[in-house]
Nanobody, 119 residues
Framework: QVHLADSGGGSVQAGGSLSLDCVGS????????MGWYLQDPGKERKLISL???????EYGDSVQGRFYISRDNVKNTVHLQMNQLKTEDTGAYFC?????????????WGQGTQVTVSA
């Protein structure tokens, strides 16, 4: 059974830093892009960052240059370093694994962790 355990987050003042971690289990994540999405209440989840097993990364426009993602393929872990945090970064962050299985793409989700940035 696929399981993503995300952790970290918390509360910080604007300009500060936080980090998030995600540990995957129960699956071969080699063909998965892993990373994070942010969900504000009543809105769709938006991309924060994804990383392939070969290290290729993608960042959402709002976090480019402030957030940094890394991955350990042996431990199936993903780490997100969030710097220069802004109030608009507040929300629930969900670890994601977007996995290609033949012609199909399936997304698995963690339980989410809260990040709160105050002015």
């Amino acid at each position: 059974q696929v399981h993503l355990a995300d952790s970290g987050g918390g509360s910080v003042q604007a300009g500060g830093s936080l980090s998030l971690d995600c540990v995957g289990s129960g699956y071969d994540f080699t063909n998965c892009r892993m990373g994070w999405y942010l969900q504000d209440p009543g809105k769709e989840r938006k991309l924060i960052s994804l990383i392939n097993s070969d290290g290729a990364v993608e960042y959402g426009d709002s976090v480019q240059g402030r957030f940094y993602i890394s991955r350990d393929n042996v431990k199936n872990t993903v780490h997100l370093q969030m710097n220069q945090l802004k109030t608009e970064d507040t929300g629930a962050y969900f670890c994601a694994a977007r996995c290609q299985r033949g012609p199909s793409l399936r997304t698995y989700w963690g339980q989410g962790t809260q990040v709160t940035v105050s002015a």
